[in-house]
């Protein structure tokens, strides 16, 4: 049986902080639902009712578009080693972007990653634990480093070009306002 809880406690950070993968989920209004694979050092808690999430550069910006719309999002980690776990973060979220100030003032929590697009900062109002009984049991090897050697290659110039070509809309046409 799920548990509820109110903030996220100094547990749930500790199993947080060993998680290589997350999934991120959002909605608009209408069109499709996005739920989104995320990994890399790209996620922090913040405190016990706050977590930043840098957004790197994807074929797509589907969460841009929906916060921009409909600021509920939810964040699920699960346990592929170890005891089974499920931890999702519902809350409401807003997104900067490079431009803007709240970017900047958080952006040295992460390492310097190529490609950085956004970052997501989002206010935790339920913490909900499940059993995690039935999510199969996995070796993580290392994470991958194709994107970041992506972005290394084509350089700033290059992948803002690219976010104006694939990431200045999402698949049901809501601008993400990623160029301003």
């Given at each position: 049986?799920?548990?509820?809880?109110?903030?996220?406690s100094?547990?749930?950070?500790?199993?947080?902080?060993?998680?290589?993968?997350?999934?991120?989920?959002?909605?608009?209004?209408?069109?499709?639902?996005?739920?989104?694979?995320?990994?890399?050092?790209?996620?922090?808690v913040?405190?016990a009712?706050?977590?930043?999430?840098?957004?790197?550069?994807?074929?797509?910006?589907?969460?841009?578009?929906?916060l921009?719309?409909?600021?509920?999002?939810?964040?699920?980690?699960?346990?592929?080693?170890?005891?089974?776990?499920?931890?999702?973060?519902?809350?409401?979220?807003?997104?900067?972007?490079?431009r803007?100030?709240?970017?900047?003032?958080?952006?040295?929590?992460?390492?310097?990653?190529?490609?950085s697009?956004?970052?997501?900062?989002?206010d935790?109002?339920l913490?909900?634990?499940?059993?995690?009984f039935?999510?199969?049991?996995?070796?993580?090897?290392?994470?991958?480093?194709?994107?970041?050697d992506?972005?290394?290659?084509?350089?700033?110039?290059?992948i803002?070009?690219?976010?104006?070509?694939?990431?200045?809309?999402?698949?049901?046409?809501?601008e993400?306002?990623?160029?301003?």
């Amino acid at each position: 049986m799920g548990k509820k809880f109110t903030e996220i406690s100094k547990e749930h950070q500790e199993f947080i902080s060993k998680q290589p993968l997350f999934f991120v989920g959002t909605a608009a209004a209408e069109g499709r639902v996005n739920v989104s694979p995320k990994g890399m050092d790209s996620f922090r808690v913040l405190n016990a009712n706050k977590i930043a999430w840098l957004n790197l550069t994807g074929s797509g910006n589907e969460t841009a578009a929906h916060l921009l719309q409909n600021e509920r999002m939810t964040i699920m980690f699960c346990a592929f080693e170890g005891k089974p776990l499920i931890l999702r973060l519902y809350g409401t979220a807003k997104i900067y972007h490079t431009r803007d100030a709240i970017y900047q003032e958080y952006v040295d929590l992460f390492p310097k990653t190529p490609g950085s697009r956004q970052i997501i900062i989002m206010d935790v109002d339920l913490v909900q634990s499940s059993c995690g009984f039935a999510v199969p049991l996995m070796d993580y090897k290392k994470d991958r480093s194709v994107l970041k050697d992506w972005a290394e290659k084509k350089g700033p110039k290059k992948i803002e070009n690219y976010w104006e070509e694939k990431n200045t809309q999402s698949i049901d046409g809501f601008e993400t306002n990623i160029l301003g």
